[in-house]
């Protein structure tokens, strides 16, 4: 058996590559969704009657929100997890582990799915002669003002539970000295 592999119990193996694993597909997202946004807001005239900002804005953030929520925190989550183990904590369950990365990480994919489709739907309905924010606002998710909260509260929600969960799970693991050092 190698330092790696007792280490490791098997399940944290499995999570600390699912997470790199997705901060390695966000990294490429990140770039790309910073690519569409510069040659998204190119085409945008200021002659639309709505400032560059105000219709370039909410797709501007896409690129440093999948930066930062998809590629440096899932990042920070494996090395908390390797860092736990190397100063002694205990093993975080695979239960809590599993529930961590199948909480986190799909519920932040919609999340940032509901931040592209935002910052498009402005952009496009302004280049589309759309002057009024209310009316480009009052069309988001086709006027369901439930269905948009719903959705964003869900996300929003899923998240936060995973990476309560995930601290709350590290931070218990450091109080109880594993039984292997």
């Known amino acids: ?46 002659a639309s009657g709505v400032g560059h900002w105000d219709a370039a804005l909410p797709l501007a953030l896409v690129h440093g929100h999948i930066i930062l929520t998809g590629v440096l925190l899932p990042v920070a989550m494996a ?3 390797h860092l736990s183990r190397l100063c002694g904590g205990a093993a975080v369950s695979t239960r809590a582990l599993k529930w961590v990365v199948w909480t986190y990480l799909p519920f932040l994919t919609v999340s940032l799915c509901l931040m592209l489709y935002k910052g498009y739907h402005i952009l496009l309905a302004v280049r589309a002669g759309v002057t009024d924010m209310a009316e480009i606002n009052a069309g988001f998710f086709a006027g369901s003002k439930a269905l948009r909260h719903a959705v964003y509260g869900l996300s929003h929600a899923g998240m936060a539970f995973g990476l309560c969960l995930f601290a709350w799970c590290v931070w218990r693991s450091l109080k109880v000295r594993s039984q292997s050092t």
């Open 79 to 81: 090395c908390m997890l």
């Open 1 to 46: 058996m190698t330092d790696h592999e007792s280490a490791y119990p098997r399940h944290y193996a499995a999570a600390i590559r699912a997470l790199i694993r997705f901060a390695l597909v966000m990294l490429v997202v990140g770039l790309l969704s910073g690519i569409a946004y510069q040659e998204s807001s190119k085409k945008l005239s200021d």
